[in-house]
């Protein structure tokens, strides 16, 4: 009878590690792929939509953005085709924001917009003409 038992114990025993991870295996394999993919996406570009009284210094100081405001000469680099003057953005503008910029881009525009000089709203500056070449 104990016998029995311990056959019936094991076979049971068995069968439930055998179907929990063919079952796991299943369910498991294809859903980390998708789930890699959509994180590579996201961290690479993400969208930001102007409001009334952003300024690039502003949004670039958000903690969703870089957390950093003397980062706003990335956003006004990725976005030059849509910001003639880095001092004059309009409410309903939509920005990429490049969230994996690399230490030298970082470097850089933190470096211009420590050293970029007088400036003026509706003229674009020499030193931000610079920047972007």
Partial sequence: ???KI???TLILITAGIV???GAAEQEETPEPVKAAE???QAQTDSNY???RGDSLWGISGKAEIYANPYQWPLIYKNNSGKIEDADLIYPGQVFA???NPSSSEVSA???HARTRG???IGVVEQSDKAYLR
Wanted: charge should be positive; hydrophobic fraction near 35%.
């Fill in 38 to 40: 959509s994180v590579s």
């Fill in 118 to 120: 007088r400036w003026s």
């Fill in 109 to 111: 525009a933190v470096q």
């Fill in 19 to 21: 179907g929990c991870t």
């Fill in 97 to 99: 924001i490049d969230n």
């Fill in 49 to 51: 939509q102007v409001e």
């Fill in 1 to 3: 009878m104990k016998t």
């Fill in 6 to 8: 311990r056959n019936l």
